[in-house]
């Protein structure tokens, strides 16, 4: 059963704008977004915490993504705007049990895994 579905990915020409969306069926404290880029490790790009009021983000994105939640929704988004062709990755979406943990950008601290959606950005 998969419990976080990602949807959104897309290729896109650089300078555009995409919103990714993951949709839950588990509610965690802290959700977040992360990337891997073909060779390279998966990086956290953003994260949300319980309220959606509190959020981290990667410091290649600051500025550019924003990370919101609908607890009721159980859903997830990145607002992915003024996209770089280093932004080239599969993106995942991911849940955490503790509410902010140390280093939350971290996947070692998330347990619940999206399969990813894909984003091509070309210049």
């Known amino acids: 059963v998969r419990r976080l579905v990602e949807s959104g990915g897309a290729s896109v020409q650089a300078g555009g704008s995409l919103r990714l969306s993951c949709v839950a069926s588990v509610n965690t404290p802290t959700m977040g977004w992360f990337r891997q880029a073909l060779g390279k490790e998966r990086e956290g790009v953003a994260v949300?915490?319980?309220?959606?009021?509190?959020?981290d983000y990667g410091d290649s994105v600051k500025g550019r993504f924003t990370v919101s939640r609908d607890n009721a929704k159980n859903t997830l988004w990145l607002q992915m705007n003024s996209l770089k062709s280093e932004d080239t990755a599969m993106y995942y979406c991911a849940a955490a049990l503790a509410y902010a943990p140390d280093h939350p950008l971290s996947s070692l601290n998330y347990i619940y895994w999206g399969q990813g959606t894909q984003v091509t950005v070309s210049s």
């Open positions: 949300v915490y319980a309220g959606g009021g509190r959020t």
